[in-house]
């Protein structure tokens, strides 16, 4: 008996073709506690298409959400640099919205509140919609009101009902996370003002094909957006894009602003310049998609030769961070503990957890300090300047610290990207 046929979640086309084919790994936030190191672990296809009729990139959903997201291993305010973008978004978003003291800010996967807080300090209502129960609740302590959910259209049409209208419904970082994009983009529009906003960041297909990115593919995320198939997943949920903005985060990413479609608003020019910049890469065909597959296969190569040998000259080799990316860079590339001895993280949770499917132990920072390893292999890329001014005690042992993507670097600590 045959596979069934894969059909595209946007527009429902069964002519899906192949992407990148990273193996079968573990889900990348299910660490592992020493106990189940004992017991299987399941493994997925971790293999994304690209649809010939609308050019969505995704995953099969092969996982359930439920699984994941009810108790989540990632708590946003880990990261000072993401807490400060957020704070300014919210402050760059009540400027463009004409937000007051009146309006209410509905944000779906709200985290931990690391956005929110930002809304309630300045004195306008806010609610979440968050999934997990113990980031949830971590956003409750911060004085966030969130309601514990998946964002549905009923689960939109609640909020609406007992809140109001959204004045602004943020949807930062969640956007590839959900099986359903259009259910989920309805759930949008049911909390949205008939005269609101919407703002959405999802990282951007054009930065990871040409960054090769490859590690950002995980089966949290179904799918990957350029502008245009953005376009065509914020129209099935009664959506127009009005502006984008290129933004750094996640090694780039887009920032969607949307208004109901009844509103006929207009596009500014900022949205015919990124569909131009994806026209000329390629990426308005299928066969602009092809040969991201070879990148990925030299990146591994170049990182497992680089291991092997600092291996063989006794050299010792740990990593920085325990980020879901990184998951899929080990997975992918095959490092198990006789390379990489073990990774830290600033977040207690994963503490004394190991890595899925690779089982690399995970400590405290301090252990960094303590082991004067001979380099230290960053898997959070994305953070590069916040991570290296943390790591800058490396350098008083002779220490380096190594960067995988977009292409394997050996840098001093302190050094700025080549």
């Not at 704070?87 to 009540?94: E, G, L, P, S």
């Not at 779906?108 to 980031?135: F, I, K, T, W």
Request: glycine share 8%; proline share 8%.
């Amino acid at each position: 008996m045959g596979a069934p046929a894969l059909v595209c979640r946007l527009c429902g086309s069964t002519e899906l073709e192949s992407f990148v084919d990273l193996g079968a790994t573990p889900p990348c936030e299910l660490f592992l506690t020493a106990e189940a190191l004992e017991g299987p672990e399941p493994t997925f296809p971790l293999h994304p298409r690209v649809c010939r009729s609308c050019l969505l990139v995704q995953l099969p959903p092969l996982i359930d959400p439920d699984e994941t997201f009810t108790e989540y291993a990632y708590f946003s305010s880990f990261s000072t640099s993401w807490v400060e973008h957020a704070r300014r978004f919210v402050t760059a978003a009540t400027e463009r919205a004409g937000l007051t003291q009146d309006s209410l800010v509905v944000e779906a996967a709200s985290n931990d509140g690391y956005l929110l807080q930002h809304v309630v300090a300045d004195g306008m209502r806010a609610v979440g919609v968050e999934p997990s129960v113990n980031v949830g609740q971590a956003a409750r302590d911060k004085g966030v009101p969130t309601v514990t959910a998946f964002l549905s259209p009923e689960t939109g049409a609640a909020v609406r009902a007992e809140h109001g209208p959204a004045d602004l419904v943020v949807a930062n970082n969640v956007y590839a996370h959900i099986p359903d994009v259009v259910g989920f983009t309805q759930g949008l529009r049911a909390m949205l003002a008939d005269d609101g906003w919407v703002s959405i960041e999802v990282q951007h297909l054009l930065t990871l094909v040409a960054y090769r990115q490859f590690d950002t593919i995980y089966h949290e995320h179904f799918q990957y957006y350029t502008v245009g198939t953005a376009i065509r997943a914020l129209a099935s949920g009664g959506l127009d894009l009005v502006d984008v903005e290129l933004v750094p985060t996640h090694g780039g990413s887009i920032r969607l602003w949307a208004r109901p479609t009844e509103l006929g608003a207009g596009r500014t020019p900022a949205v015919g310049k990124v569909l131009a910049d994806e026209a000329k890469a390629g990426l308005d065909t299928v066969e602009g998609h092809a040969g991201f597959a070879r990148e990925v296969s030299r990146i591994r190569n170049d990182l497992m030769r680089f291991l092997i040998e600092a291996a063989d000259a006794g050299k010792t080799v740990v990593g920085y961070g325990a980020p879901g990316k990184g998951n899929t860079l080990l997975n992918y590339c095959g490092i198990r503990p006789d390379l990489l001895a073990y990774t830290v993280d600033r977040n207690p949770y994963k503490h004394g957890r190991y890595t899925p499917g690779t089982r690399i132990p995970i400590h405290p920072p301090e252990r960094i300090d303590a082991d004067r390893p001979d380099y230290v292999l960053v898997l959070p890329w994305n953070l590069r300047d916040e991570i290296t001014a943390q790591l800058a005690p490396v350098a008083e042992w002779g220490g380096k610290l190594v960067f995988p993507i977009p292409a394997l670097e050996v840098v001093e600590p302190g050094s700025s990207p080549a």
